[in-house]
């Protein structure tokens, strides 16, 4: 059906960064927002940063002016580039999208998640 795959996740040191991509394939009309989540041990998923289908982005606070969420439509892919990069940013990323299968028919699908560890 729909597939979400994410790349780029890694080790860094603090003050690094890392560049997170996610593409989807599969069979579908269009994706409309998408969106990058993560989760740290024993804490709860949360959303990292959010863009819509016009483009118009949102962050969580802890990240702002340090992450910036990105899109390229021709490639079905959203980008999430992080820098000055922290130990609390350590986490499994997934990235989220709500993808159009047919008229009046929406479905969010999930990536399988991509490790970022910040350490030194």
């Known amino acids: 059906q729909v597939q979400l795959v994410e790349s780029g996740g890694g080790l860094v040191q603090p003050g690094g960064s890392l560049r997170l991509s996610c593409a989807a394939s599969?069979?579908?009309?269009?994706?409309?927002?998408m969106g990058w989540y993560r989760q740290a041990p024993g804490k709860q998923r949360v959303l990292v940063a959010h863009?819509?289908?016009?483009?118009?982005?949102n962050y969580a606070d802890s990240v702002k002016g340090r992450f910036t969420i990105s899109r390229d439509n021709s490639k079905n892919t959203v980008y999430l580039q992080m820098n000055s990069l922290k130990p609390e940013d350590t986490a499994v990323y997934y990235c989220?999208?709500?993808?159009?299968?047919?008229?009046?028919?929406?479905?969010?699908?999930w990536g399988q998640g991509t490790q970022v560890t910040v350490s030194s």
């Open positions: 863009i819509s289908s016009s483009n118009s982005s």
């Open positions: 989220n999208a709500d993808v159009v299968l047919r008229v009046f028919q929406v479905v969010g699908f």
């Open positions: 599969g069979n579908f009309f269009r994706i409309n927002a």
